[in-house]
Nanobody
Framework: QVQLVESGGRLVPVGGSLTLSCAASGGTFSSYAMGWFRQAPGQEREFVAAIDWSGGTKYFADSIKGRFSISRDNGKSAVYLQMNNLKVEDTAVYFC?????????????????WGQGTQVTVSS
């Protein structure tokens, strides 16, 4: 069973950049597809980005396509979300997630494992 801990969330200005990190432990990291979700106040959690076990396949929500990128380092058991040109509407708690099934993340939005979240606030 994998445990996930996000870090890197903070207050950033509009147009700024930020990289979130997610450290995994307790499982074979390279066997998991990884994903990022976010939840803004008063809204449902939404999918942001996902990456398969090898890092060779990635998938992004339309709302962040071209601004965010996802990567992983299997040697470090970590996944990253690079966020550029941040907008006020990107303000949310960002959650790291994991599942052996890539499609559980991108198609159903129901990965088996979640981190506790990290707050990103974009200010104007």
């Amino acid at each position: 069973q994998v445990q996930l801990v996000e870090s890197g969330g903070r207050l950033v200005p509009v147009g700024g950049s930020l990289t979130l990190s997610c450290a995994a432990s307790g499982g074979t990291f390279s066997s998991y597809a990884m994903g990022w979700f976010r939840q803004a106040p008063g809204q449902e959690r939404e999918f942001v980005a996902a990456i398969d076990w090898s890092g060779g396949t990635k998938y992004f929500a339309d709302s962040i396509k071209g601004r965010f990128s996802i990567s992983r380092d299997n040697g470090k058991s970590a996944v990253y979300l690079q966020m550029n040109n941040l907008k006020v509407e990107d303000t949310a708690v960002y959650f790291c997630s994991a599942d052996h099934d890539y499609f559980a993340i991108i198609r159903f939005g129901q990965p088996g494992y979640w981190g506790q979240g990290t707050q990103v606030t974009v200010s104007s």
